[in-house]
């Protein structure tokens, strides 16, 4: 069965997408706009519990990846390649529970979504106003991944530390982040076509600015 995208779109008209690099400010951006406006808040993974139950091997083998490991030094000693390939196809794979996902939270109520829906996806089941690009310099998104608190990320880092000769490991790993926030994957969200915000490395606080350009974008306010 296949469900047309005019279909999706209508059903997703409530819905909000900011996609990106990494350490562009989009899960922080979210938030924000959610607690602003009274939007359903869905931050990075937020489909995760169903995908995990839901996913099968032969369908959606990437999103099974995970579910399979018994040792996540597996995980973090992966060639750069192959964690470039895993990142981005798990994305895909993805997008069916999270269109799913974002139709059922959306029917009466806006929502604001940390997405990994592929781009070419996104133009087909939203538009313009729907949809916010947030972008980073690769120093960034690479340097300082490791810089955040959240869970996800301090549970990787002792991942790393744990593994014999975990400096080695450490640079392996950020040599898969630099491949996954490319200047090739970096141009390809900057031409996209989609309202674009590029953050700058200089060390102030623009989080209530940013919060207000793409708020004004969405048509949240005037």
């Not at 009274?38 to 808040?41: A, C, L, P, Y």
């Not at 083998?61 to 973090?76: E, N, Q």
């Not at 076509?193 to 674009?196: L, Q």
């Given at each position: 069965?296949q469900?047309?995208n005019?279909i999706?779109?209508?059903?997703l ?8 690099t990494a350490y ?8 924000m706009l959610?607690?602003?406006y009274?939007?359903?808040?869905c931050?990075?993974?937020y ?9 099968t091997?032969d ?23 192959e964690?470039?390939r895993?990142?981005?196809?798990s994305?895909r794979?993805?997008?069916g529970?999270e ?11 806006k929502v604001i979504v ?10 087909e089941i939203?538009?313009y106003?729907r949809?916010?690009?947030?972008l980073?310099?690769?120093s ?8 955040r ?13 744990s593994?014999e000769?975990a400096a080695?490991?450490m640079?392996?790993?950020r040599?898969g982040?630099?491949?996954?926030n490319?200047?090739?994957h ?6 996209s076509?989609?309202?674009?915000v590029v953050r ?5 606080d ?5 919060c207000?350009?793409?708020?004004r ?6």
């Open positions: 069965m469900i047309e005019n999706l779109k209508h059903y008209r409530n819905v909000y997408f900011i996609t990106g562009a400010g989009k899960s922080t951006t979210v938030r959610a607690e602003r009274g939007m359903v808040f931050g990075e993974n489909h995760i519990d169903v995908s995990d139950a839901v996913a091997p369908v959606q083998p990437d999103l099974c990846y995970r579910k399979s490991l018994t040792d996540w030094k597996a995980f973090v000693t992966r060639s750069p390649e964690y470039e895993w990142m981005y196809n994305g794979e993805g997008a529970f269109i799913a996902e974002l139709i059922s939270l959306s029917r009466d109520r940390d997405t990994c829906i592929p781009l070419d996806v996104l133009r939203s538009d106003h949809v916010a690009v947030m980073s310099p690769q960034m998104s690479v340097e300082r991944f490791f810089d608190e959240d869970p996800e990320k301090r549970f990787l880092l002792n991942v790393i530390d593994c000769n080695a490991v640079e392996n790993y040599a982040l630099a491949r996954i490319s200047r090739e970096y141009e390809e969200y900057a031409s076509g989609f309202f674009t700058e490395d200089n060390g102030l623009t989080r209530e600015a940013v207000d350009v793409i708020a974008h969405f048509g949240l306010t005037s």
